[in-house]
């Protein structure tokens, strides 16, 4: 879902990618990004790397002091995972329990894995945390890929997963074809399953019957 790259991380002493994962020209890296919303899902707040985070959504590129009071889902590219984000956070709210899930987001180089974490605040605000949590090379650099809602080929956002046409949905690693550069960003099945078996835990206050964080996922990889 939601893309950066410890590749150029100053902390980690490495070099940049040449242009980011989605072929924007820009650099995407992020290692936390943080922001605070209301229940219309207004920023309020944001802290940490939002500009890589906002760009490599493939939504709109607005930089951290112009989002204040706009809606994150302008910064959402597709539907599917704009209805994800938006039922996290109902049941949050609702609830008032954390919540987390882990999701990929590659950069062309590199698969990394974040945590996406879900806090209750005061007065029917969320607290929202994007934390990377691992990262490993691949052995081939993909190409750069684009958003684009009108092609056949497929991207989930919270796996990495691609479909081709009406195929089978394939984790990066195992495609059999060039990585497609224009994709449509969607939910796959397996992780759509995930966003609802840890939303109907949290409401129905029991622990989740498969696993929502550790791995690299996607198919079949995270229980
Ligand atoms: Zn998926």
Excluded at 90 to 106: I, N, T
Excluded at 133 to 147: G, I, M, N, T, Y
Excluded at 193 to 203: F, K, Q, S, V, Y
Aim: contains cysteine.
């Amino acid at each position: 879902m939601l893309s950066g790259g410890i590749t150029h991380s100053p902390r980690l002493g490495q070099q940049a990618d040449p242009v980011d994962a989605h072929g924007t020209g820009r650099i995407v890296k992020f290692q936390q990004t943080y922001y605070v919303l209301d229940q219309e899902f207004r920023v309020l707040w944001v802290g940490g790397e939002w500009d890589e985070f906002a760009l490599s959504n493939g939504g709109a590129g607005a930089r951290a002091n112009e989002v204040l009071s706009t809606s994150l889902m302008t910064y959402i590219a597709d539907e599917p995972t704009r209805d994800a984000m938006s039922a996290l956070v109902s049941a949050v709210l609702d609830m008032q329990q954390p919540l987390r899930l882990d999701y990929r987001c590659d950069s062309m180089t590199m698969m990394r894995r974040f945590q996406l974490t879900v806090q209750p605040m005061r007065d029917g605000r969320v607290l929202v945390v994007h934390d990377l949590r691992d990262a490993e090379s691949f052995p081939q650099p993909l190409v750069p890929w684009q958003h684009d809602p009108d092609v056949a080929d497929e991207k989930c956002s919270f796996c990495q997963a691609v479909r081709f046409g009406n195929g089978q949905w394939t984790p990066v690693m195992l495609l059999a074809e060039p990585h497609p550069a224009r994709v449509a960003f969607c939910v796959c099945p397996d992780c759509q399953g995930r966003i609802d078996e840890a939303i109907a835990a949290l409401r129905g206050k029991r622990a989740p019957r498969r696993t929502l964080a550790n791995g690299f996922g996607p198919v079949g990889q995270n229980g």
